[in-house]
């Protein structure tokens, strides 16, 4: 672009000054500054893997409590490659110890397409005897050299049911050693189980797939960081014949910043860890739900959608909370009336509130495209209900609690659930199947082990939670699932590749007042480290635009009582064509540390389709109308159309320029917000 096309831009903007702004403001486009990176790190995830091969250092273990490092040279060793279908290096590392006939193998696949890499540990006693106590397995225990400064540890902090849920936290690694870790037997609860180590070259990103308690540890000599992750507790002889297995471990390896490397960590999220549909097709656009309490007569939503219907509303699917099951006396008002949660291990529906059960409202919705989603929790049954009166062989109960744990740990009481929600499943005609788990099962499952099996029950739960998850979906075909446990506190690699997060954090329901700039704040921090996510708005509603645009993630809930609903569907069809943009690129353009009194802004864009769009807010507390912001991921040398959504005003200019000079966007007023449409023509 000459300089004279630079001054036309320039002078456009300024033009477009009394309308190009959000909703019901004036704002203007002009330009400003910034930069941008690519990343490259060919080869650097099957050299480290390699290495740490080589050197017996990728994870480890005590036996018959010895040390890793004393024994490992006395176990048979060997490694074998082969390829899968998709061209992905498979290698299986096994070490034999041939008098016990103990066998602890990883299976490890190095990505074809990404540097990074994935294992899990299988465990496995051959022998006809019980085995040696194999005690604090670590599935991660390996160390990342670097060169220059000590790195920096990062992390997003847990979903917590707070204003500062998956915001970015930061270690110094140059002191003692940082321990992060879950609490209370589910994954996302505390901190996450995701993390990045940055150099001054690059560094890494990595992620503990294991949905139950976890603990890992960053130490920091003679230039490398030393990695381990882990069960937070293991003490366990296998008895004859009997196998288990770890947390699986993902590390994806970069170069060049840390937003480079977490945006192709972005990318191997979507490949592989990810939900896809019966056909395969990565299911990143999430529905617009009507939400519904459960205690809602079935006569009043089918009403609802009778009118939603002639309105026109753009909505997906309608979805039923809890509230619904149990008998006439457990008929609960809301989420803050405790009658839900009392009734959970009843599951069949109220007869007053669903005399025909839900297939009619199914059938409202499924044969028209839409979906249909309810709420179960069935890893816990409170006391006289069906379930514990029925099968109290299944139940874990600790001392002193009012509710028994399902025991998934337990292969019948697994087996019958799968049997039993997969009825449930048809005779509801579900098309989404929501698990909330509202309790913390660690001290169950502990307490549960003898003093030579501690760990166990939990392996065997998880192991069997993830085999129930899947046998849903396999039986039918199409079936997609709901992860939530609190809202987000099972978010975690392996769970992703199952179900999606609908409800990414009980912030909006914590018995509190929450507010919209929280809620937009989380998105940003999550998208960071988790690429497909949903929630709700705030007690602060949806009833502008500011409010909406900050609960816009891959899918929203809604309710479906609209005074205007010409306003709210303006709002969904702009929100429907961002949605099918989140599959691209990710970048926080400005998420400040204080997100109430400063602006921010996200931006998404496609590459391959040369389309994204960019979020910009100014909160009621801050002082700046005027924002500079750099847009990222562009072609240079193209040319774009950007687009004010909401006053259909255009301004175009090179790749180059919008990247380098930047966008500058006026918000006049405090507690406004602008959503710009940028187009590669």
């Known amino acids: ?240 014949g009997e196998s288990m297995r770890t947390p699986s471990i993902a590390l994806l390896f970069f170069e060049g910043s840390a937003d480079d490397g977490h945006q192709t960590w972005r990318h191997l999220m979507f490949a592989e860890y990810s939900p896809r549909d019966e056909e395969g097709n990565l299911e990143y656009e999430l529905p617009v739900f009507l939400n519904f309490w459960g205690s809602t007569p079935a006569s009043t939503i089918m009403s609802a959608l009778e009118t939603v219907n002639r309105q026109g509303l753009l909505y997906d699917g309608v979805w039923i909370d809890a509230g619904w099951y149990g008998d006439e006396s457990d008929i609960s008002v809301d989420t803050y009336d405790m009658s839900w949660y009392n009734a959970a291990g009843s599951w069949d529906h109220i007869p007053s509130l669903y005399p025909d059960g839900m297939k009619p409202i199914s059938d409202m919705l499924v044969p028209n495209g839409k979906e249909f989603l309810l709420w179960f929790e069935p890893e816990r049954a409170m006391r006289e209900t069906d379930w514990v009166e029925e099968h109290m062989d299944y139940m874990l109960y600790g001392p002193g609690a009012a509710f028994y744990l399902y025991d998934l740990s337990n292969d019948e009481a697994a087996d019958y659930l799968i049997e039993y929600m997969d009825g449930k499943i048809k005779e509801y005609g579900m098309t989404w199947y929501r698990q909330d788990f509202n309790c913390e099962p660690y001290t169950r499952w502990i307490n549960n082990d003898e003093e030579n099996r501690k760990g166990m029950t939990e392996i065997k739960y998880i192991t069997n939670l993830y085999r129930f998850l899947n046998t849903l979906r396999e039986r039918n075909p199409g079936l997609m699932i709901d992860n939530c446990a609190s809202g987000g506190r099972r978010i975690d690699i392996e769970m992703m590749k199952i179900s999606a997060p609908l409800w990414r954090t009980d912030y909006p329901v914590n018995g509190q007042e929450s507010n919209t700039e929280a809620i937009r704040s989380q998105n940003a921090y999550l998208n960071y480290w988790v690429p497909i996510s949903a929630t709700g708005s705030s007690t602060e509603g949806m009833d502008d635009s500011y409010e909406f645009r900050s609960v816009m993630a891959n899918g929203m809930t809604i309710g479906w009582s609209w005074s205007n609903s010409n306003w709210i569907n303006t709002m969904l069809e702009q929100y429907q064509r961002c949605r099918a943009l989140m599959g691209g690129d990710y970048y926080m353009l400005a998420n400040p540390e204080d997100y109430k009194t400063a602006n921010s802004s996200i931006m998404y864009y496609k590459p391959e389709t040369g389309e994204g769009y960019l979020l910009a807010f100014r909160p009621r507390q801050s002082d700046e109308s005027t924002m500079t912001l750099a847009l990222k991921g562009l072609d240079p040398d193209a040319e774009y159309t950007v687009e004010n959504a909401d006053t259909g005003e255009v301004v175009t200019g090179s790749g180059k320029i919008l990247m380098e000079n930047g966008l500058v966007l006026t918000m006049e007023r405090a507690r406004s917000s602008m959503l710009i449409f940028i187009t590669k023509n």
Not at 20 to 32: D, L, R, V, Y
Not at 150 to 156: A, I, K, N, Q, T
Not at 199 to 219: D, K, P
């Open 1 to 240: 672009m000459n300089m004279k096309r630079i001054l036309a831009l320039l002078l456009c903007a300024v033009m477009l000054l009394p309308v190009f702004g959000c909703a019901g403001e004036t704002g203007e486009i002009t330009s400003g500054s910034g930069s941008g990176s690519d990343n490259a790190a060919s080869g650097l995830a099957e050299a480290w893997v390699n290495e740490q091969i080589e050197a017996n250092t990728l994870f480890s273990f005590e036996y018959d409590g010895q040390a890793f490092h004393e024994f490992i040279g006395g176990w048979d060793k060997s490694v074998d490659e082969s390829t899968d279908e998709a061209g992905n290096k498979l290698v299986t590392l096994t070490y034999t110890q041939t008098e016990d006939k103990v066998v602890a193998k990883a299976d490890i696949l190095l990505y074809k397409d990404f540097e990074a890499v994935d294992w899990v540990i299988n465990f496995e006693n051959q022998n006809s005897a019980d085995s040696p106590i194999i005690s604090n397995i670590q599935a991660l225990d390996a160390p990342f050299a670097y060169t220059g400064a000590v790195p920096e540890l990062r992390y997003p902090n847990g979903a917590n049911a707070t204003e500062d849920d998956f915001k970015l936290l930061s270690a110094d690694l140059s002191g003692e050693p940082v321990t992060l870790g879950s609490n209370g037997g589910r994954s996302a609860c505390g901190t996450m189980p995701f993390f990045d180590i940055v150099t001054e070259q690059g560094g890494l990103v990595g992620a503990i797939g294991w949905t139950g308690q976890w603990t890992s540890t960053f130490s920091v000599s003679d230039q490398k960081v030393q990695m381990t992750a882990g069960m937070s507790k293991t003490n366990i002889s296998l008895y004859a």
